[in-house]
C-alpha cells in the first residue's frame, strides 16, 4: 500500500528547526515514495510578539516554488500550524489572507497556568504539583481553539501534552481524559475537521487507536497524517504503523494517494 501523504513537515522556515531543510525534505518525501508533502511551518503568535520568532513568508513561498520547479513528480503544498489562533485572530485572519496555503493546521502547544503562557513540554517542570490538571486544561484550551470560529481544516496532534509526560506520573491512558478529549472530537466533527495523526518520534502515536475509535463514533469523517518532521530524516516516520492504525480503527485508504482516508 503507498504511503499518505505526510502533511506535516517543518523545515528551515521555522523557529525551532536549524536542521530543517525544505529542499533535503522533498528529496526524501521522493525517496520514501510520498505522493505529497506539505510545509506547515509555525506561526507562534506569543513568540512572534516577543521577538523569538518571526514569519517570513516571502522566502517561505520563495522557497516552495523553488522545490515545485525542481521535482516534478511530488506534490508540494504549502502550509502553516497556528499556534493558538484563537488568542491572537488578527494576526492569524492576516497571516491567511495574505497567500494561499492549502494546509492548514490547528494545534494547541500552550495552556495558560497563573497567567502565564505555558508549553506543555515545560509541564512537568511548571505543573508537577497537579500535572493532570495541566492535561485537563491543555484539552479544555483545544475545546476552546475548535469552537472559536477560527479557520483551519485539521486539528493538530490533539494529545500533544503526552510527549511531555512527567516521570512518575501514572502513564497518559486517554480514558483517564475522556470526557475532554470526546468534546474535543464532537466539536471538531461538527465542524467538519481532519483529525491528524502524528507520528513524532516514530511509533507514539498521537492520538493512538483509542482516540480515532472515538473520532469515529462520534461522527469524524476523516483523518490526516503527519509526522512532525523537524528534519528531513523524519519525513513520514512511523507511517506504516499509524496507516495500519487508523484502518483498523475503521478508516479507510482513499483510491486516490493524495486524498484523506475517510471512514
Ligand atoms: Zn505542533
Ligand atoms: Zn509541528
Known amino acids: ?4 501523504p505526510d502533511l506535516h513537515v517543518h523545515t528551515e522556515w521555522s523557529w525551532d528547526a536549524p536542521h530543517g531543510s525544505m529542499e533535503r525534505s522533498c528529496e526524501r518525501a521522493i525517496e520514501v515514495g510520498l505522493p505529497a508533502i506539505a510545509f506547515t511551518e509555525h506561526a507562534d503568535w506569543a513568540l512572534v510578539h516577543k521577538g523569538q520568532h518571526s514569519v517570513d513568508l516571502a522566502g517561505y513561498f520563495d522557497s516552495i516554488e523553488r522545490c515545485r520547479a525542481k521535482f516534478k ?9 497556528l499556534g493558538e489562533p484563537h488568542w491572537y485572530p488578527a494576526e492569524t485572519a ?38 493532570p490538571g495541566a492535561v485537563r486544561e491543555y484539552f479544555r484550551e483545544t475545546l476552546a481553539m475548535v469552537e472559536s470560529g477560527q479557520t483551519f481544516e485539521t486539528l493538530a496532534h490533539i494529545d500533544y501534552p503526552k510527549r511531555y509526560w512527567l516521570d512518575g506520573a501514572k502513564p497518559y491512558r486517554e480514558a483517564d481524559y475522556e470526557g475532554e478529549i470526546r468534546a474535543v ?51 513520514a516516520e512511523g507511517f506504516k504503523v499509524a496507516t495500519q492504525m487508523v484502518e483498523s480503527a475503521g478508516f ?12
Open 73 to 81: 513528480g511530488l506534490s508540494i503544498l504549502s502550509g502553516v500550524e
Open 185 to 235: 472530537l464532537k466539536a471538531a466533527a461538527a465542524t467538519g475537521r481532519v483529525l491528524e495523526v502524528n507520528t513524532t518520534r516514530g511509533r507514539v502515536l498521537s492520538p493512538d487507536i483509542t482516540v480515532v475509535r472515538w473520532w469515529r463514533e462520534l461522527g469524524g469523517q476523516a483523518v490526516q497524517y503527519g509526522s512532525d518532521a523537524h528534519q528531513p530524516d523524519k519525513v
Open 1 to 4: 500500500m503507498p504511503l499518505p
Open 252 to 263: 479507510k485508504p482513499a483510491r486516490d494517494p493524495m486524498a484523506l482516508w475517510r471512514r
Open 94 to 131: 492576516e497571516l491567511l489572507a495574505s497567500g494561499p496555503l492549502d494546509q492548514v493546521l490547528g494545534s494547541i502547544h500552550c495552556i495558560r497556568i497563573n497567567g502565564e503562557m505555558v508549553d506543555a513540554s515545560q509541564f512537568p517542570e511548571r505543573a508537577a504539583a497537579d500535572f
